[in-house]
């Protein structure tokens, strides 16, 4: 019972905030409160796992005297910071429009500002003081009034029973058996990315962010300054290169570095690849904004860099309202679907794409032969490629598709089919490679006899850099080097001006000019068709890292805070652009305007 009023009253909370908020939230529904009931359970589970331990643990009758008390501490502690959190977004929600992390709790409990609105809070929200006081006194009462008998140690099944509950408690609070706990992108699994807020709690997203160094809000420039030298909101630059409602189908290649591929690799192991990018707006000097899967994914779909100490996906930021290229495609009428042959759920792309704007998700769950699974990481990528195909055929027109190879990946597993046709290299990398790009082939053979494959504009681009232990591959160029290309069967396209370097950021305004259309957007990247630029950036450990084409080839500028050393007046322009993105970068997602209707 006392549990069951926890839950009932933090289902309140959320019916306080909707209706606090409403204008926010103008489509939450009676789906959306379960889903929201959902993650108040997982909440309870977090926050109430010592209590319920010490509540079925079987004691020694000595000890039981003790017992209530620890109890009675364990329970009003859980529940006080549960109503605390929640009830604090009731009130402070229509500033920020996102859920608190642990950080920016912690920040606004200590400066200096808070005290200061201290008393106009309690006159503003006295209603809602007086709430939480009678939630917390009624669920310590009704904890008070329930009685328990003694849970002797010498039973076996008090042990059976107490170990069943404490693991079914973990299992709640992980959100089931996935191999990941649940986190606080998954809301966007089951609600709309403007509800996701709603349906998650405070509690639940402080909770998950403990220990998450967020972004520091910089301050480098006066916002009159700061949006002269960048301003992530942008104006497209169509362009007539391609008919209208041209589908497009962007193929993400896992590990794909230039060192190990692209037209001008010096060790190049896709020779298909290569015969394509050769007759495509090719870029030569392209760099991935990230190392990883997870933080390619933002950068190339909705132009959000990895400059935090966390992915994107697994941050509070996550929760943020941002554009994804999807929706922005959605517009003009195009519907859109992402295929990863992992599991569902792995590295949280099916809540990622369903939060920048995905229609659907095709990944292991959805894939209808089970036997192509690889027995380690996903459907083997020639199978996968050729779903796609057969999917593609089935969409709306125009279509967005974007397929995320997996094979090229760690443990590199190659189909006993393909053993014998792939080219070895170095490294293991080498070998997946090369049958990713006969799997590609295969792919390319089956869409050039579909009726929508000369209206299709083909991305390649690679996620990251291949893992890599030779030393002359080690260098900040070849960390970050990848291939990126736009092809279109009319052979229209431009060819790219020399020395342009070019960044996943910029792909998706790239695809928008493109496409023709007339749009505003919000990106950190820029179309390569824009008068303006951005610096073609990347976070290291802290510092920041801007490439750029030289006679010596593709250098870079490094920055950060504690560097003092002198510079030339054309690296001194470099990191004033560095850090006017920086600044934008930070202060967005602190303040939740990664869209151009949140920028105020």
């Known amino acids: ?73 364990l329970f009003s502690c859980g529940t006080f910071l549960v109503f605390v959190f929640n009830g604090w977004d009731v009130a402070y929600f229509s500033y920020t429009a996102k859920r608190t992390s642990f950080d920016y709790f912690v920040y606004m409990l200590t400066n200096t500002e808070t005290s200061s609105l201290a008393g106009d809070f309690i006159a ?33 099944r008090n042990w059976i029973r107490f170990l069943f509950i404490v693991a079914t408690f973990v299992i709640i609070g992980r959100g089931g058996f996935q191999l990941k706990p649940i986190g606080i992108i998954e809301a966007t699994n089951y609600s709309s990315l403007s509800n996701a807020p709603a349906v998650l709690n405070s509690a639940f997203t402080i909770i998950k962010t403990i220990g998450f160094k967020g972004v520091e809000d910089k301050k480098y420039f006066e916002e009159t300054e700061l949006n002269a030298i960048f301003n992530p909101i942008q104006s497209s630059q169509a362009q007539a290169f391609l008919p209208k409602g041209t589908n497009v189908c962007f193929i993400l290649l896992e590990s794909f570095g230039t060192m190990y591929c692209g037209p001008n690799s010096p060790e190049s192991y896709t020779p298909f690849l290569d015969s394509l990018l050769a007759q495509s707006m090719f870029f030569e000097d392209a760099i991935a904004n990230s190392r990883t899967s997870m933080d390619a994914l933002p950068s190339v779909i909705s132009s959000i860099p990895a400059y935090t100490n966390e992915s994107f996906i697994l941050s509070e930021y996550s929760a943020n309202q941002f554009q994804g290229l999807p929706s922005v495609l959605k517009e003009a009428g195009y519907y859109s679907a992402f295929f990863h042959g992992a599991n569902n759920g792995s590295m949280r792309f099916d809540a990622f794409t369903s939060a920048a704007g995905f229609d659907s998700y095709y990944g292991r769950n959805e894939y209808p032969i089970d036997a192509h699974f690889d027995g380690n990481w996903g459907i083997e990528d020639h199978h996968m490629l050729s779903f796609a195909v057969d999917e593609m055929n089935r969409f709306k027109k125009p279509f967005f598709s974007m397929i995320f190879t997996l094979s090229s990946h760690h443990p ?74 736009f092809y279109h ?112």
């Open 1 to 73: 019972m006392p549990l069951g009023l926890v839950w009932l009253f933090s289902g309140v909370y959320r019916i306080l905030l909707v209706t606090m908020n409403s204008k926010k939230f103008p489509a939450f529904g009676f789906q959306d409160y379960v889903i929201g009931a959902g993650f108040d359970l997982v909440t309870i589970a977090l926050f109430f796992l010592p209590f319920i331990a010490l509540l079925f643990l079987p004691l020694p009758e000595r000890l039981e005297r003790f017992r209530f008390w620890i109890k009675l501490l």
């Open 124 to 156: 503003e929200f006295w209603w809602l003081i007086g709430f939480f006081i009678v939630s917390l006194s009624l669920s310590i009462w009704s904890f008070v009034k329930v009685k328990s008998a003694p849970i002797s140690w010498k039973l076996r």
């Open 412 to 485: 590199y597993t190659i189909p006993t089919s393909f053993k014998s046709r792939v080219k070895h290299g170095p490294e293991p990398l080498c070998a997946t490679i090369s049958y990713v790009d006969l799997a590609l082939k295969e792919f390319w053979e089956k869409a050039k006899k579909q009726a929508w494959f000369k209206n299709t504009l083909f991305v390649f681009c690679a996620d990251h850099v291949g893992p890599t232990k030779r030393w002359d591959r080690s260098s900040l160029e070849w960390t970050y080097r990848i291939p990126i290309g």
């Open 489 to 600: 069967a009319s052979m229209k396209l431009p060819k790219v001006q020399r020395g342009k370097v070019f960044q996943q950021i910029d792909i998706m305004p790239t695809i928008i000019d493109l496409l023709g259309m007339n749009t505003t957007y919000y990106s950190f990247g820029t179309s390569y068709f824009s008068p303006k630029t951005t610096p073609k950036m990347v976070c290291e450990q802290g510092n920041l890292i801007t490439f750029e084409k030289r006679e010596e080839g593709l250098q870079n500028t490094v920055w950060n805070e504690q560097m003092k050393q002198k510079r030339s007046s054309h690296e001194q322009q470099i990191i004033r652009e560095m850090k006017a993105l920086y600044q934008h970068y930070t202060h967005d997602l602190i303040t939740n305007q990664m869209t151009p209707a949140t920028i105020k």
